[in-house]
């Protein structure tokens, strides 16, 4: 009943030495698989709540807010701006009350590293938010939760009420005076929520739109008062370094960003799952000592991280530390910890087309260069995948993402174009070929492919043949199968079933109707 490596089929009796553990550093992940999220005597049991308590009575508001400078926090949610910083400007800034906010709007494909924190362990992101609001001086926080996410929302809302019952939270907490109250709200589904001036325009009951940033939040946010945001990561975070100190911290990971990050490792790799290692691993070791390598042992092609504002990494950079700075080089970027590996059946034209055609479903509209540049490149990508790419496509997209880059309202314009850029920075030989050959190297753009079967291969088991949902697929009994092409819809069923690897797909080109006539037909009685 032991575990069994897939490689070696070596049992391995500890969790620790599984290869998917073994290479890991589960700080804030840890404590997910020891504790009931319900319940705040297990959180406080694994030493929970001991980082207030030391915070407000050891340290003053400033001593805190050196500390975490001193740990060189930054921001997990996607920018990595340093989390010192902007506590100390929303300290700062002139204001009666000041207000803390929680961002776990985690809109992402494929992310749920918000999501497993919040549900797995609340306390410990209510415990960052505390000490945050403490050392900022705010008196009201706020977690925004998307909603989808209805367990996060109940974890959360315990939390807050188990915190208030142990003097935790509300009034004079610790019997130091410090008082401070914690709403949660629920969003209402908008991907550009995540950006930090819509969450704010949504907490105030406002359409989700950003909102020119002549005046940073921290100064002048959430109903105009100082407010400072950070996402569920970064404030899980501030605990072990208030218990553990700032030194501490900066042994884990590399001079410009310390400590551990958690990714959502998904798509085309043996082992997928949420992964928290050190800043600095390279990306070879995540995905082949952690991942497990490419599935079915084809060859790697890219590695998307970011989330859909992501740009594409190809094989070169495998050895890349995992990074804010060096991401950031390649023309990727850390974003909030999504991470999708492609493989060699994947297309970077269509990988590019579907994170646009994603963001400009989520796109507000409220700014023209994201608005009508993500309607206008979804437009001449679609035509480049489906055969009708023209001479100059390729120039005229990269003018748009220029003036995307620099004149969109918010984050999502500004780095909507990631994939676009890295996908011709990278594979441009792709490009070309969609757009001079109407060919697709990856075989994996339907309109420019055909799918056909070798009647050297073909059995005719009439598999297929029944499975065909549109009847393209010919032949009878004991003779080899032929495809109409007019009528086939390249679902790919044909392939998937087939038992003797008989249909394959091929570059699109003239093939006869039928591609035994004038043969003899091939009979199969042997079998």
């Keep these: 009943m032991l575990y069994k490596e897939p490689s070696s089929n070596k049992i391995i009796p500890k969790l620790e030495d599984i290869s998917f553990y073994k290479y890991q550093l589960r700080l804030l992940l840890k404590?997910?698989?020891?504790?009931?999220?319900?319940?705040?005597?297990?959180?406080?049991?694994?030493?929970?709540?001991?980082?207030?308590?030391?915070?407000?009575?050891?340290m003053s508001p400033e001593q805190v807010i050196k500390e975490i400078k001193k740990a060189n926090l930054r921001g997990r949610g996607g920018g990595g701006f340093p989390t010192g910083i902007k506590w100390k400007t929303?300290?700062?800034?002139?204001?009666?009350?000041?207000?803390?906010?929680?961002?776990?709007?985690?809109?992402?494909?494929?992310?749920f590293m918000d999501r497993s924190l919040i549900e797995g362990n609340p306390h410990k992101v209510l415990e960052g938010l505390i000490i945050g609001a403490y050392a900022i001086g705010a008196d009201e926080g706020y977690v925004y939760?998307?909603?989808?996410?209805p367990l996060a929302v109940e974890n959360i809302s315990i939390a807050i009420t188990q915190a208030e019952e142990c003097g935790l939270l509300g009034e004079n907490i610790l019997s130091s005076g410090f008082n401070f109250q914690?709403?949660?709200?629920?969003?209402?589904?908008?991907?550009?929520?995540?950006?930090?001036?819509?969450?704010?325009?949504?907490?105030?009951?406002?359409?989700?739109?950003?909102?020119?940033?002549?005046?940073?939040?921290?100064?002048?946010?959430?109903?105009?008062?100082p407010s400072c945001l950070n996402n569920v990561e970064t404030w899980a975070n501030v605990p072990l370094i208030i218990l553990k100190g700032a030194r501490w911290f900066r042994s884990i990971g590399t001079k410009g960003s310390s400590g551990t990050k958690i990714f959502s490792l998904v798509g085309k790799i043996n082992n997928t799952g949420l992964v928290e290692v050190p800043m600095g691993i390279t990306l070879r070791d995540l995905i082949y000592k952690i991942g497990g390598g490419i599935r079915g042992e084809k060859q790697f092609?890219?590695?998307?991280?970011?989330?859909?504002?992501?740009?594409?990494?190809?094989?070169?950079?495998?050895?890349?530390?995992?990074?804010?700075?060096?991401?950031?080089?390649?023309?990727?970027?850390?974003?909030?910890?999504?991470?999708?590996v492609m493989d060699e059946d994947s297309c970077m034209v269509d990988a590019a087309r579907y994170f646009v055609d994603f963001l400009l479903e989520e796109s507000c509209g409220k700014c023209i260069p994201c608005r009508e540049g993500l309607r206008v490149l979804s437009k001449i990508l679609s035509d480049i995948c489906e055969g009708r790419g023209k001479d100059g496509d390729i120039k005229i997209i990269e003018d748009i993402a220029e003036t995307m880059r620099g004149a969109s309202l918010c984050a999502l314009g500004m780095t909507a174009v990631n994939p676009i850029?890295?996908?011709?920075?990278?594979?441009?030989?792709?490009?070309?070929?969609?757009?001079?050959d109407k060919s697709c190297p990856s075989k994996a753009c339907k309109d420019l492919i055909n799918y056909y079967i070798d009647p050297k291969k073909c059995q005719a088991c009439q598999l297929c043949l029944r499975e065909c949902l549109v009847g393209a697929i010919q032949g009878s009994k004991d003779q080899v199968h032929w495809i109409e092409q007019e009528k086939c819809i390249k679902c790919g069923i044909c392939q998937e079933i087939c038992n003797f690897d008989a249909i394959r797909k091929i570059s699109k080109e003239p093939i006869p109707k039928n591609p035994l006539k004038g043969m003899k037909p091939i009979w199969r009685m042997e079998n």
């Design 145 to 149: 939760v998307r909603e989808e996410y």
């Design 90 to 111: 929303t300290k700062n800034a002139t204001g009666d009350s000041k207000c803390v906010i929680v961002n776990c709007d985690e809109g992402d494909p494929g992310a």
């Design 182 to 225: 914690v709403r949660v709200h629920r969003g209402a589904g908008a991907f550009v929520s995540g950006e930090s001036s819509a969450l704010m325009m949504a907490l105030e009951g406002k359409v989700g739109e950003p909102r020119p940033k002549y005046v940073h939040n921290a100064v002048k946010g959430v109903w105009n008062k």
């Design 31 to 58: 404590e997910n698989a020891r504790i009931d999220p319900k319940s705040i005597e297990d959180y406080i049991s694994q030493g929970g709540y001991s980082a207030l308590a030391k915070a407000l009575s050891k």
């Design 421 to 436: 850029l890295t996908s011709l920075r990278y594979f441009r030989s792709e490009w070309e070929k969609h757009i001079r």
């Design 301 to 340: 092609k890219a590695v998307q991280i970011g989330g859909p504002s992501g740009g594409f990494i190809p094989e070169k950079y495998l050895g890349l530390q995992v990074d804010f700075d060096k991401l950031d080089k390649a023309g990727s970027m850390m974003g909030s910890g999504g991470m999708v």
